[in-house]
């Protein structure tokens, strides 16, 4: 799929951190796996945003990209420092010199990164499919991360996105009009 690009945001080792792991953090790996085994055999490009700032800091093991789906050699991996992934980053020119009009959008933190994202990207006029099982935060004093992700889900498919499920994904040819 010429058009179409899988945008992995934010899924550095500080997310995993024993003391306070991320919501369901191993169904999040195994499903981005899946994600991204297939666009790379489907030759749609995987893209990274990684996120800086004092607790992501440049360089150390908390900021690194979790080694189970790490950039292969040659993959785009975007620095960013706002929950934006488009603001003062080169994400979006690098996807216009790609011609990419199709976004499907998974990773952290839904209700900074994953929400702010998929807005913007819909702004700029990307078709944005948002993998609904593919996205986590953590539990608040008010609501659980589950409420939370159902809740984003729910808003961001009203006006900007289509969601779909990690085994709904299709990156094939013949399925260029469904991802």
Known sequence: ???????????????????????????????LKELIIHARTSNVPVLFVQHNDEEFVTGTHPWEIHSSIAPQIGEVVVQKNTPDSFHKTELHEILKARHIQNLIIAGNQTEYCIDTTTRRARSLGYKVTLVSDAHRTWNTDDLSAKQIIDHHNKVLANAFASLKETKEIQFSETSKNHA
């Open 1 to 31: 799929m010429k058009n179409t690009a899988l945008l992995i945001i934010d899924v550095q080792n500080a997310m995993f951190d024993e003391s306070n792991p991320i919501h369901e953090g191993e169904q999040l790996l195994n499903n």
